[in-house]
Structure formats: C-alpha cells, structure tokens
C-alpha cells in the first residue's frame, strides 16, 4: 500500500456519460497529480492543484475537470466520454521532500 | 512530446545477466525518477538521482545521471525473471510543477 488511495479500480461506462474519480493523497501531502495513461500516448500529465488550488496544467481535456477539497482529496471529472478517454488513471502525490508516489490507478473502459 | 526518451524500447535477456536502460531529456530538472509498472498495474518508484549527483545505488540497481548529455542509464544487475515489467524515467522539471514520462523500456527476463 502506497499510502495514496484512487477509488475505483475499475470502471466501465458508455460513451457520452459522466464519471468521478477519487484520490486522496498520503497523509500530510499537499499536493496531487492526475496523470493519464494510454497504449498510444503514454503517460501524460493531466493537472496538478497543491493544498485545494490549481498549480499546473498539462493535456487536460476541457470535457476533463479536477478539484482539491479541504480535506486534501481529489477528484477527476470526466464528461462526454469517449472510446478514446479509455485509459488508466493515477494519481499521485507529493510531500515536502522531491517524492512522489502514486497510487494504484483507476482502470476506465468506455463502451 | 514527453520530455523523456528511452531505449530501447524493449530489451529481452537470460535470467543473470544484467539490464541497461538509458533516458534522455530535454530542459532542466530538479532530479530524475525511474519507476516500474507490472502489466498495467500500478506504478513503483525505484530511485531518484538529484541533478547534483551523478551515481546512485539501490541494491540492485545502479542509476548514472548526465546532466550535460541530459541523460541517465538504468543497470539492473543479476536480473530475475521478476524483474520482468515496463520501466520509465520521469524527469522531475526544474520550471514546471510537475513529473515528465518517457515512453518506458520493456524488460523481459526469460529464465
């Protein structure tokens, strides 16, 4: 156990629905990152926020959105799903030292 | 583009011998990440090498960071069949809140 948590593990939708992922970050870390992985496109950045505020941005979507809650967790928005979106999902985060660790990911099938 | 190249892109070898991989990046990093992901599973970081260092070691592993040719080698001595898996190097930029990938090696370890 990597101390971050992604919720679900798998997830399998239609094409044009909505779906939420969950991350919450290893204790005492501030920051997160959402990261996208595809067998065409590798890992790409998606988003960072750091303590609830949007730090950095990379290949996000605008059908994509994220936000940073009080409690630290982060959740991933994914709108207008396409077959394309189908990827796996990390989070990660990141503590007062250079570290980071990911968590296990979220599997995401669009049918 | 991801910041990151690595090759080669995939690597087979006989259970003993030994595992390099090599990594090259484009801009200014604060330091330089290699991890490991199982088929599609979660990602694991191996070690971290700082831009101020050039040679690191991890039991097995042995990472060499160049910062003037912006390129690191990963050797994976003694390698075992479970050492099979995808490995990347992620760049940890120096202007950017964030990890670059590369596009992974894949190692196989026949035994």
């Known amino acids: 156990d990597s101390g971050v948590t992604q919720t679900p593990k798998h997830l399998i939708t239609a094409t044009g629905q909505r779906v939420t992922l969950r991350c919450s970050p290893r204790s005492g870390d501030l920051s997160v990152y959402w990261y996208q992985q595809s067998l065409d496109q590798g890992l790409q950045f998606l988003i960072q926020y750091y303590n609830g505020e949007e730090r950095a941005k990379g290949n996000i979507l605008e059908r994509f959105s994220a936000q940073q809650f009080p409690d630290l967790h982060s959740e991933l928005n994914l709108s207008s799903l396409e077959l394309g979106d189908s990827a796996l999902y990390f989070c990660?985060?990141?503590?007062?030292?250079?570290?980071?660790?990911f968590g296990s990911g979220t599997r995401l099938t669009v049918v | 583009s991801q910041q990151g190249e690595e090759d080669p892109q995939a690597l087979s070898i006989q259970e003993g011998e030994n595992a390099t991989m090599n990594c090259s990046y484009k801009t200014s990093i604060n330091n330089l990440q290699w991890y490991r992901q199982n088929s599609g599973r979660g990602l694991v970081h191996l070690i971290l090498?700082?831009?101020?260092?050039r040679e690191k070691h991890s039991g097995r592993l042995r990472v060499t960071l160049d910062t003037s040719k912006k390129s690191s080698s990963l050797l994976i001595t003694a390698s075992r069949a479970a050492d099979t898996a995808s490995y990347f190097c992620a760049t940890d930029l120096k202007y950017g809140n964030k990890l670059v990938f590369g596009a992974g090696t894949i190692l196989r370890v026949k035994s």
């Open positions: 990660a985060s990141r503590g007062p030292t250079y570290g980071y660790t």
């Open positions: 090498i700082r831009s101020n260092e």
